[in-house]
């Protein structure tokens, strides 16, 4: 089992930076791929961005590419979401989630993931 606990979330301004982080405790973190994902109201929760277990490979959604980066620090269990260049439509419930995986696996999917945080809120003013 692996718990997850996101935070960092909050109201900022257009053009704004956001740094979410999620702590991890349970079974060996550093052998799990973590993923971010987004969910915003009326809509489907979605792919943001992952990295593998070793931090060497990383995947993020069109929409954020360039603005956002993922990062994880396996010492800490600890896994990063940098938000730079905030717009409205990055509005969402913010959640990671974790999948045992040994080689260097970015899944994009939900359904690849087993274990997922609680979610942290950000909200973006335009």
């Known amino acids: 089992q692996v718990q997850l606990v996101e935070s960092g979330g909050g109201l900022v301004q257009a053009g704004d930076s956001l740094r979410l982080s999620c702590a991890a405790s349970?079974?060996?973190?550093?052998?799990?791929?973590m993923g971010w994902f987004r969910q915003a109201p009326g809509k489907e929760r979605e792919f943001v961005a992952a990295i593998s277990w070793s931090g060497g490979r990383t995947s993020y959604a069109d929409s954020v590419k360039g603005r956002f980066t993922i990062s994880r620090d396996n010492a800490k269990n600890t896994v990063y979401l940098q938000m730079n260049s905030l717009k409205p439509e990055d509005t969402a419930v913010y959640y990671c989630?974790?999948?045992?995986?040994?080689?260097?696996?970015?899944?994009?999917?939900?359904?690849?993931?087993?274990?997922w945080g609680q979610g942290t809120q950000v909200t973006v003013s335009s």
């Open positions: 989630a974790a999948v045992l995986s040994y080689i260097d696996y970015v899944p994009s999917s939900l359904k690849n993931y087993d274990y």
């Open positions: 349970g079974r060996s973190f550093s052998s799990h791929a």
